[in-house]
């Protein structure tokens, strides 16, 4: 269920390998290369290496996961939002969010794998999802920060995706970096708010900005030399700029907005190098990143207990939508 695949493999069968196997497969092989060099898209029913098509499952999927999971932190303020404007642009926010884990599931089951085995994946666990949604919203000023920082880095990252060598995904992340563009400006709109405030609210802001400034750089993954996707993702055309090229281009365009805002970002080694044409900023803590991806994060155990529950408690909404489903199939052919 919940599939637009045609052919999926179930658990438990063995998987046909789709890699090269003879000749023939060899020549396909040449074949797509020179697609995804001349910059053409590959769509699912293409032949593609599958090596290619586990790769993309697994950034699809995890992608999904973090749209999904990354409700959580926000959901969180919904009801505690200080007015009612702010509430309704929140709960359009969340819902977003939804929608862009709906795409992005969708997008990854035309690749052959079921939505039911993507959510268990991430369930039991074995599947990742974005390290920056382990980290708790403890002010309203949150709410803010994680618009304009974690949606900033989300859109620098994703923006090269709308050109990546997957027809389905490039396609999905022109709405989403859309989207993702909305979510940025109401966050800087209620920091701005916020900074013309109280002196308390000032600070909140500023607290917020402490606590995400660093786990905001590291959403961008690992430096280069610690990447081991890169290579593959980037001669398949998934990965169009570096982890760290972005990463870059993220600090050097949030800096000024920063001083906009009258903040400071927490980071005594942010200095401006004329000769590179870029922000310097000081070392990444590195442990702490591979800490929160092994699970050991703040609120790791947490968001995974949530979403098993809210998988849980949606069963009846599944089943009730099987079982309509089902009557309207017997209705048409009583009909027919
Ligand atoms: N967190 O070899 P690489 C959003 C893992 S959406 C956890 O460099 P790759 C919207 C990586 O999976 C945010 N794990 O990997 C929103 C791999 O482990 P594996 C999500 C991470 O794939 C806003 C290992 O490290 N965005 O925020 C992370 O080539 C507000 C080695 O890394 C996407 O998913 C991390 N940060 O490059 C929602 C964008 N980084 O799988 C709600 C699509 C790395 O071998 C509220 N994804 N790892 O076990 C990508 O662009 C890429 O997957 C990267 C990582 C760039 C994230």
């Not at 702010?86 to 969010?97: F, G, N, S, Y």
């Not at 803010?144 to 090269?160: C, H, S």
């Not at 949030?254 to 009258?262: D, Y």
Request: with cysteine; glycine share 8%.
């Amino acid at each position: 269920m919940y599939t637009q695949a045609i052919d999926i493999p179930q658990g438990g069968k063995e998987e046909a390998p789709r890699g090269p196997r003879s000749l023939q497969d060899g020549e396909y092989e040449a074949e797509f290369d020179a697609r995804v060099a001349r910059g053409e898209f590959v769509e699912p029913k293409d032949w593609m290496p599958e090596a290619y098509r586990k790769t993309l499952v697994r950034q699809i999927s995890q992608h999904a996961h973090s749209e999904i999971v990354g409700m959580l932190p926000e959901g969180n303020w919904i009801t505690r939002a200080p007015s009612l404007k702010r509430k309704a642009i929140l709960l359009a926010k969340v819902q977003d969010e939804g929608g862009h884990g709906m795409y992005l599931y969708a997008a990854a089951e035309t690749l052959g794998v079921s939505r039911d085995e993507l959510i268990e994946a991430l369930h039991s666990g074995k599947a990742k999802y974005s390290s920056i949604f382990n980290y708790p919203t403890l002010s309203w000023a949150d709410i803010g920060v994680i618009g304009w920082l974690v949606d900033g880095a989300a859109i620098m990252n994703q923006i090269p995706l709308c050109r990546c060598s997957y027809g389905p995904y490039a396609r999905a992340m022109i709405r989403i970096c859309k989207e993702e563009s909305f979510h940025q400006r109401q966050g800087y709109d209620l920091l701005l708010t916020m900074m013309k405030g109280t002196v308390e609210q000032r600070e909140l802001v500023q607290d917020a900005v402490n606590r995400w400034w660093w786990p905001a750089l590291m959403m961008f993954g690992p430096h280069d030399s610690a990447s081991t996707h890169s290579g593959d993702s980037s001669k398949w055309g998934i990965k169009r700029i570096s982890n760290d090229d972005l990463r870059q281009k993220f600090v050097d365009a949030t800096v000024p907005q920063a001083k906009v805002l009258g903040v400071t970002l927490p980071d005594p080694m942010l200095s401006w190098n004329e000769a590179r044409g870029h922000w310097d900023f000081g070392p990444i803590d590195w442990q702490e990143f591979w800490n929160v991806v092994a699970g050991h994060g703040q609120c790791n155990r947490d968001r995974l207990a949530d979403r098993v529950q809210a998988w849980e408690d949606g069963a009846w909404v599944r089943e009730a939508a099987l079982a309509h489903a089902q009557k309207q199939r017997h209705r048409d052919r009583l009909a027919a």
